[in-house]
Structures are given as C-alpha cells and as structure tokens.
C-alpha cells in the first residue's frame, strides 16, 4: 500500500534552520582538495512536490509511536543553491605527480593559462535541481522524540547540478561527480540527524 501526504509550504524559519544544519554538515571533516573556501547555502527550497511512501512492513504501532519499512520515491522540484571557492594548485603536479583539477583548469603544464606557486581561486555557484531518491527507509515517528528515518539503500538516483563551469564540459563532469559522491555521504550520515533535530525543534513547539 502506498499513500502520499500534505506537503506544507514551510515557514522561513524551518528554511533558516535547515539551512544552518545543511551548511554545518556541508562544512564537517575534510572536504574535497579542489574546495578552497567554506560551502555557503544560499538558498533551499522544499518545493511543492511530497514524496511518495509505499509501506513494506509496520514493526510497532501504538497511540504514541509507529515504526514501520518504507519504499521511498521522490522526484520533485526542491533545490539547493551553494556558493563556495575552488582552487587548482600548479604545485601539486610537481609534488603529487598529479592534480586533476589542475588538469581540468589547463594549470601548471607547459600549455597552462598559468604558472605559479600560488593556487588559482576561483568563485563557484552551484545550483542542485531535479533529485530523484529510490530508496527502502525505516521510519519512526514518536509523539516525545520526533522522527527518525534511515536509508537501507542508496537513495540517490539522479541530480542536476549546474554551476559557473557549465561552458566546459570536462570540468561540468568532474563536478557533477563530486557533488553526487557529497551527496550520497550526506544522506548516508548526515540527513537523519538533521530531519530528527528538526522534527524535535517542531515536537517541542507543539508542546509549548
């Protein structure tokens, strides 16, 4: 059985908040080499379209919590928009043997657009559109603690990333497969805690 729900338009301050727990998790641990600059969330949008829930199994379902296993599909019209620096190092070849970005950027080879020590910096704009998730989650929802979900599978289908690199395709390639390996380790370590401190922030509203 499968079933759909409201999906509200959400309130500037769920948006602030998503926001600030998006950038943190964006901004933990090591980023890639190429990221030169913290990652800014400019803007989210949860857009208008709910996922979809197809129950698999109900392991619990009591007046004040339920746990079930879901299929979960979206494809809708929610998108992220990033700003960050990117650098390609003219040293790194000499020191690493290789630096793909450099490569990309035509940097530090005898054909390069430059030759120098210090890094080329430059500002990006990333736009990610048009996700598709397909994935079994497990699902609780809890009247004191809010919801917990958990992806059992790889849910990231397809994403659309445009960004100031778009003319180039060689470059548009090479981030579109970084950004797809972010994303698949924020949805893997990150997305459940930040939906679980959100529907806390709104259990404890309701309670007030």
Same mark, same amino acid.
């Given at each position: 059985m499968s079933f759909t729900f409201k999906w509200p338009r959400f309130?500037?301050?769920?948006?602030? *908040?998503?926001?600030?727990?998006?950038?943190?998790?964006? /901004? !933990?641990? /090591? !980023?890639?080499?190429?990221?030169?600059? !913290? +990652?800014?969330?400019?803007?989210? *949008?949860m857009g208008t379209?709910?996922?979809?829930? *197809? $129950? !698999?199994?109900? &392991?619990?379902?009591?007046?004040?919590?339920?746990? &079930?296993?879901?299929?979960?599909?979206?494809? @809708?019209?929610?998108? $992220?928009?990033l700003r960050t620096k990117v650098q390609a190092r003219s040293s790194e070849r000499r020191k690493r043997g290789h630096n793909e970005m450099s490569?990309?950027? &035509?940097? @530090?080879?005898? =054909?390069g657009i430059l030759a120098a020590h210090q890094p080329l910096v430059v500002p990006m704009l990333l736009?990610?559109?048009?996700? =598709?998730? /397909?994935s079994y989650v497990v699902l609780v929802l809890s009247k004191q603690k809010g919801c917990t979900l958990v992806f059992k599978t790889d849910p990231l289908q397809n994403v659309e990333v445009s960004s100031t690199f778009d003319s180039i395709a060689v470059i548009q390639s090479f981030i579109q497969r970084e950004i797809e390996?972010?994303?698949?380790?924020?949805?893997?370590?990150?997305?459940?805690? $930040? +939906?679980?401190?959100?529907?806390?922030?709104?259990?404890a509203g309701r309670t007030k």
């Open positions: 309130s500037d301050r769920f948006h602030e *908040e998503a926001r600030d727990m998006l950038h943190a998790a964006l /901004n !933990k641990g /090591n !980023k890639p080499p190429i990221i030169a600059d !913290k +990652i800014e969330v400019v803007e989210l *949008e379209q709910p996922p979809e829930l *197809e $129950i !698999k199994d109900i &392991g619990e379902l009591t007046q004040d919590q339920f746990r &079930g296993i879901f299929k979960l599909t979206y494809s @809708g019209d929610a998108f $992220i928009v490569d990309l950027l &035509g940097v @530090g080879g005898s =054909r736009r990610l559109s048009q996700f =598709r998730l /397909n390996d972010q994303l698949r380790e924020m949805f893997r370590e990150d997305l459940p805690g $930040i +939906i679980h401190r959100l529907s806390q922030r709104w259990v």
